[in-house]
């Protein structure tokens, strides 16, 4: 563990990453101490950014404050992601799990459906699910992890079919273990470092998914977003040129950050794959 | 005869997965609040259930599920694939009409990206050695973009390109009542067109670069590349003919598993750029909660994706002996 952690400091980048979503994520957490509402029409509609002390960031079309936009809207980016990865190891695990240890006819059937949601078009298919369950927080959670899902149960079905030939396991399934127990105990420990890595994958594309559909207005509608605020500043480009540039360069610095420790805990945990890509 | 039954069993797959769209579909429309009778009494202003009662019937909603299931299905093969209320048409004749514009965005977008990013993924595994910061330039580049939403993107090429500069035009797919015609007609298209696939196709060239470039030094590092340079073979023989044909299959493939990626932003692209192609009715359905307009578009995306995903197999096995023979799975 010790050594894993050494590893992993040693890449600058990853460690930058880190940081940025810890600071992040605690200015997330105190944003209701920090700023007002992201809602109140509060000061003069459309400052540019550094003008203005109490607003530095600027204001948009309503004289909302964008610093506490940006605040609010790295919640929901965060939680949303953290939800959608959580719910998508969930089926992921139990799925691939299910086709990995099992095989045969259950295997075939399972990576048929994996196969058929890796294909689809995902956005098309969250748009689809949110649209007709009424935007809201779970509603885009439900419909992130229902795309998201596949990558991991494939993952998790090779990890399962390698370490199910291994002594170990077998020596279990000799000593009279349950499948769950062997499962749980003996097979996804070991399976927890490549699991990691395609978790915080995972995160980074279901941030990116969450600002895309928000930005197609179908966030939690009460949840001030990154997209949504892009989306407000469509028809104001000419005009207003930082209420776009700003939460899309929020979304570019987490998403980032959050590829940055994925490569990080690559190398520290030694997963083979994209080795080469922070070189 | 092995490739015929390979063919086949390619399509008859297709076919299985175009089946589970339909499903998926006719899942998705029971989930919404609401049976479609009651949306279209609502609509109309009427809450007599009566009324109700026999739209239902003259709609099938009365009837069991297995029995709606095969009508829906049935109905699809026709090519009926309902009718869209807020627009006066049927939701076929929408989509048809707007099919080409994708097409030809996601084409040419396709075209950039994986031209383009083998492009750069050869310069740059082929400088690893010698000129290291050019390959470290190109993979640190290559990551950054695979971190930019694309939908943003498009929006600051827009205030770079068309409100700053001036250079190309913001939106649309042709200048409006401009009369043009012959080479005039041309560049005008191209001058749109330019935009929202440069905004289209940087995430794509990002992974291209990516997957070429890996591949690449992979294949570099290969024996039968010391023996053609060994062999003393000339330098553009062994870059095209020993390395590159190894190196391109991963790029083939991943085009195939990511064209449902690619539908999905182009979707966004065509949002911002207000390219009149299927993402923009997408848009707009969803403003007038237009579900059988939504499951017709999602419905065309997917069969669309799954004809590209049987072409790309069929092409690997084309371009790698190895799979014809079994060897590789």
Known sequence: MATVFKRYCRQPAAVLGALFIAVLAALALAAPWLSASPWEMNAHP??????????????????????????????????VGALASAASLLVGLL??????YFGGWVDAVLMRVAEFFLIMPSLVLAVLLVAVLEPSTTSVVMAIALVAWPGIARLVRSEFMTLRQREFVQAAQVLGLSPWAIITREILPNAMGPLLVTLTFVMASAILTEAALAFL???????????????????LLRDAWWMSLLPGLAIVLLVLAVNRVGEGLRS?????GRTEASA | MSDLLYVLSRLLRAVAMILGVVVLCFVLV????????????????????????????SMGLDRPLPEQLLAYVTGIARLDLGYSYPNRASVWSLISERLPATLLLMGSALLLAAT???LLGVVAARSRQRRRWLDGLIAQGALLLYAIPPFWLAMVLVLVFSVQLNWLPAFGMQEVGGQLHGWALWRDSLAHLLLPCLSLSFLYLAMYVHLARSAMLEVMAQDHVRTAYAKGLGYWRILLAHQLRNALLP???????????????????????????????????????????LLGVFLVIGTVVVVMNVLVDL????LDPRIQAGALY
């Open chain 1, 46 to 79: 459309l400052l540019l950014p550094f003008t203005e002390r109490a607003h530095w960031l600027g204001t948009d079309m309503l004289g909302r404050d964008l610093g506490a936009g940006l605040l609010y809207g790295a919640r929901v980016s965060l939680g």
């Open chain 1, 268 to 272: 520290a945990l030694q997963v083979p």
């Open chain 1, 95 to 100: 799925v691939g799990a299910a086709a990995g």
């Open chain 1, 217 to 235: 207005g179908l966030g939690d509608p009460e949840a001030m977003s990154w997209g949504y605020m892009i989306n407000a500043s469509r028809n």
């Open chain 2, 315 to 318: 092409l690997c096995r084309l």
């Open chain 2, 30 to 57: 029971r989930l919404a609040p609401g049976d479609p009778a009651q949306l279209m009494a609502g609509d109309a202003g009427i809450d007599d259930p009566a009324y109700i009662a026999q739209l239902r019937q």
């Open chain 2, 116 to 118: 383009v990013g083998v």
């Open chain 2, 251 to 293: 790029v083939v493939t991943m085009v195939g598993l990511q064209f449902g990626q690619l539908a999905s932003s182009t979707l966004l692209i065509e949002v911002v750029y207000a390219w009149p192609g299927i993402g923009r009715l997408l848009y707009d359905a969803l403003s007038q909660r237009d579900y059988a307009l």
